[in-house]
């Protein structure tokens, strides 16, 4: 290796040194600014999908068979629970849902926590409107889009995304189906 290639690979050494130092910094600066951030943004997906409650959901969560379950509170007494579901087929990669559920198992609300879908097509599962279809539905309903038989409309030209919604939801609502006898016990 000759003088001017040493001296290059130093002052990059250097250069990267201080860059991770800078990051590294930043970021002890702001992970609790965004898990607050993150929090306010769930407790506004909490609202969404549970009926009324006076509890902090995302403090009492429970775990139940690996994935967190986030009870609504009214008087003391637990009247619905919240829990996540993905699904891996969405056209531009997974898409996130919180679900509420009450005790007689019936959806009381969707939310789409996370998505990568096409902003015009397949980004049209967040309208409040169409995530409303889902209120009332049940594991033992036909939760899927129209096109294969079920009770969901899909989007013209994008039917991948709404598919996959119904999918994350038919998973959790069967995943809450088997908990919710346990969970009150």
């Known amino acids: ?3 001017g290639s040493f001296k290059m690979v130093i002052v990059l050494t250097v250069i990267a040194g201080i860059s991770s130092l800078i990051l590294a910094f930043v970021y002890s600066m702001t992970k609790d600014k965004i898990a ?3 929090r306010k943004d769930f407790l506004k997906g909490l609202q969404v999908v549970l009926p009324e409650f006076e ?3 995302d403090v009492e969560a429970v775990e ?3 994935k967190k379950l986030y009870p609504a509170k009214q008087d003391g007494e637990i009247v619905a629970w919240a829990v996540r579901s993905v699904s891996h087929k969405g056209y531009s990669g997974d898409i996130a849902v919180l679900i509420g559920v009450n005790l007689e198992g019936e959806v009381t609300g969707i939310e789409i926590l996370k998505h990568a879908e096409t902003p015009g097509l397949g980004n049209k599962i967040e309208f409040p409107e169409w995530r409303a ?3 009332g539905l049940t594991a033992n309903d036909n939760i899927a889009v129209k096109k294969d038989g079920g009770n969901i ?3 013209s030209g ?3 995304s709404p598919r996959a919604v119904c999918e994350a939801v038919s998973k959790g ?3 809450m189906e088997k908990a919710l006898p346990e969970l009150s016990k």
């Open 1 to 3: 290796m000759n003088q």
């Open 36 to 38: 607050e951030e993150y």
């Open 55 to 57: 509890n902090e959901p």
């Open 64 to 66: 139940y068979e690996g």
């Open 133 to 135: 279809s889902f209120k």
């Open 153 to 155: 409309d899909e989007f």
């Open 158 to 160: 994008a039917t991948i």
């Open 173 to 175: 609502l069967s995943f």
